[in-house]
């Protein structure tokens, strides 16, 4: 017999009791084979409309919330539900009307405090891409602009970053078409994603295997400035083919040091011991009054003069890749002995300059993938078609474009503290800037958790700080490029060099060892592969065994079977708790633990299965059940069923007739 309960041992009154039909010809007969008799009180539930029209309109409800109807018979969408949803989609048009002379003053600060790290960051980005240096400016221009109108998180920083430069380098192999319509195409993407509401998807990435990414990415990204610090030029010397990943770079660099110039090597640790300080002083107290030690210095200074001071200390500190590429571009005018022909050659030169870096703004025009000239069949045009460029390279464009939105949404959260992020309008945002910036050259953009944390630590009020981090970059490209050419490669390497090093995530590995060892596997996975194969492969294997380990848990739930008594009777029975829904990979599993655990106790215990954490069967569950229930019926054991959700009691209904009694 099968017998559901509400709750265990209540009143007679309120029990379930069932009994099993004589024919069992076939599980799959459409008519039900068992007969199960509910008998308690029932609350009749409110009418519910089901018919499709319904349906497709609830669904127009989630995507548009309050711009939509609430039913039927409420008519067309309205002009004001209409602002709402445009008031979602540009959240600019939210907060503008409240923008004052205070929070502009804030943004003001912090955008030229940003403006100042894009313009080292964009030009060094660009050379670990293995594109032209002004192509790193370009790609900081539209971004900050397009996301002021369209982003939600004041921090958040859209232009070059070190893990995009490198995966766009890696597949686009310095052809500047190939960068560009990566920004094109994954900002489609990404869009289309946004509009879509699947930014859900993101979730299925988790932690350990982003972090594995990242920093196997940051070690690449290092490794591949060693050879700029050493002066070794890598253009003329055959590569290491071991398809080992980052042990290529080590023996193409350290197999070539004969190469090294001692002048340059002298720069780059001069450089990294330069930017390391600057930035040990920022993370410290050091300027900070105190009684004792040689904090007690600053005790001499008024409150408001010590004001003054922090505030330049901590101004130079962030600004220290713009600092010390001036530094450097100074000391190269005044040292360098061939002058300006050292932008061509560095035959003869002191240091190896990074080169002539075209002045002037972007053009905006159509890209050259997108150009259809009539009558142009040569080879190079077939190369650079829409058509060629989809086949060849949509795969690098989306992994890309997946990379960047989950450093943003990542970023967004990290810097977002109580504020609710919508993922989807960050997508939407992101995917803009990357569609907007590709019609100037732009290369893949996205956050960086460096710029963003000099955005919150300057005060950044609103996404407009952005606006006057791209005016910087914008004079930058028409006044100072010309200077820009003086730059020692050495220097540009030192600033990626310590711009990448502290994202390497070993920080995180203590706490996962300390509460779950077994996301270790997944994360070290996606690491490991990344490092010592391919970026691109690394994180699909990262994903792959966490999907696997998601689907052992799914196919083994844990089922508590523990033997209890009855507090009033004092009789035993057998206690069935699964602790999650049960569905086609896992039912054999909780049939086998229970088939087990019944067998050892004597014919006369009652099984209770607890049905409180299931909230879902699926039909082939619901088979292996009913094979369960008779093997219970063969040992002549009752079964109660308790804390049965209606779900489940639907699922169960599919072969087992349930006559309901109040």
């Not at 602009?145 to 859209?158: H, I, K, R």
């Not at 890696?170 to 994954?186: N, P, R, S, T, W």
């Not at 640790?269 to 107290?285: I, W």
């Not at 708790?577 to 050892?600: G, M, Y």
Request: with cysteine; charged share 15%; proline share 4%.
């Amino acid at each position: 017999k099968l017998i559901l309960l509400d709750s265990l041992l209540q009143e007679s009154g309120n029990s379930f009791k069932s009994e099993k039909s004589e024919a069992e010809d076939s599980m799959m007969d459409s008519s039900p084979t068992t007969t199960i008799d509910i008998v308690h009180t029932v609350t009749p539930p409110e009418s519910e409309d089901c018919s499709s029209e319904t349906k497709l309109w609830k669904k127009c409800q989630e995507i548009f919330g309050d711009c939509f109807p609430k039913n039927l018979s409420e008519g067309r969408i309205t002009k004001n539900c209409l602002s709402k949803h445009l008031f979602k989609r540009l959240p600019l048009l939210s907060w503008i009307s409240t923008y004052t002379i205070g929070i502009a003053l804030g943004d003001l600060i912090a955008g030229i405090s940003v403006g100042l790290v894009l313009i080292p960051q964009g030009i060094a980005y660009a050379v670990v891409a293995d594109i032209p240096p002004e192509y790193g400016l370009y790609s900081s221009i539209m971004g900050c602009f397009v996301y002021a109108m369209f982003g939600t998180s004041p921090e958040l920083s859209n232009a070059p970053a070190a893990i995009l430069a490198l995966m766009a380098g890696l597949y686009a192999k310095g052809a500047i078409d190939v960068v560009i319509f990566q920004a094109f195409m994954g900002g489609i993407l990404v869009v289309a994603c946004g509009f879509l509401q699947l930014g859900f998807v993101i979730d299925f990435i988790s932690v350990p295997v982003i972090s594995g990414f990242a920093s196997a990415a940051s070690i690449h990204i290092a490794s591949a400035q060693l050879n700029k610090l050493m002066g070794i030029d890598l253009a003329n010397v055959e590569r290491s083919q071991l398809g080992l990943g980052v042990i290529d770079k080590w023996i193409d660099t350290f197999g070539n040091i004969q190469q090294a110039r001692w002048q340059d090597a002298i720069l780059g640790l001069f450089c990294l011991v330069f930017l390391f300080s600057l930035r040990a002083v920022n993370k410290s107290n050091l300027v900070s009054q105190s009684d004792t030690g040689c904090r007690a210095f600053w005790n001499r200074l008024s409150a408001k003069n010590f004001k003054i001071v922090k505030r330049g200390i901590w101004f130079v500190c962030t600004a220290r890749n713009a600092l010390i590429l001036f530094i450097c571009i100074i000391f190269t005018y005044l040292i360098e002995p061939a002058g300006s022909s050292c932008k061509q050659s560095s035959e003869g030169c002191m240091f190896t300059l990074t080169g002539d870096i075209q002045p002037g703004l972007p053009s905006f025009k159509i890209p050259a993938f997108l150009e259809q000239t009539p009558g142009n069949n040569t080879a190079a045009a077939a190369e650079i078609s829409f058509s060629s460029m989809l086949s060849d390279h949509m795969q690098g464009a989306a992994l890309i474009a997946l990379i960047a939105v989950l450093q943003n949404i990542a970023i967004a959260k990290s810097f977002g503290g109580s504020r609710t992020i919508d993922a989807n309008q960050e997508m939407i945002a992101l995917g803009l800037c990357n569609f907007a910036g590709s019609f100037i050259g732009s290369m893949p953009i996205g956050g960086s958790f460096s710029r963003c944390a000099v955005n919150a630590a300057s005060g950044v009020k609103t996404p407009i700080g952005g606006l006057y981090s791209g005016i910087i970059v914008i004079l930058c490209l028409v006044f100072l490029m010309p200077a820009c050419a003086l730059i020692p490669k050495a220097t540009l390497g030192a600033v990626v060099f310590c711009g990448v090093v502290f994202t390497i995530e070993y920080t995180i590995l203590k706490p996962i060892w300390t509460t779950k060892r077994s996301d270790l596997i997944p994360g070290m996975s996606a690491f490991l592969v990344c490092l010592f194969y391919r970026l691109e492969y690394g994180i699909f294997v990262g994903v792959v065994v966490q999907m696997c380990g998601l689907i052992y848990r799914a196919a083994r739930p844990t089922v508590l079977i523990t033997i209890e008594k009855d507090s009033e009777t004092g009789s035993p029975y057998l206690l069935i708790l699964p602790h999650q829904s049960i569905s086609f990979p896992s039912v054999s599993h909780v049939r086998n633990c229970i088939a087990r655990e019944a067998k050892q106790q004597a014919t006369s215990v009652t099984a209770v299965i607890d049905c409180s954490r299931l909230d879902y069967v699926d039909f082939t569950a619901a088979k292996g059940i009913k094979a369960m229930l008779a093997d219970f019926e063969r040992r002549e054991q009752l079964v109660y069923w308790i804390n049965m959700t209606e779900g489940v009691e639907k699922t169960l209904g599919s072969l087992c007739k349930i006559n309901k009694k109040t």
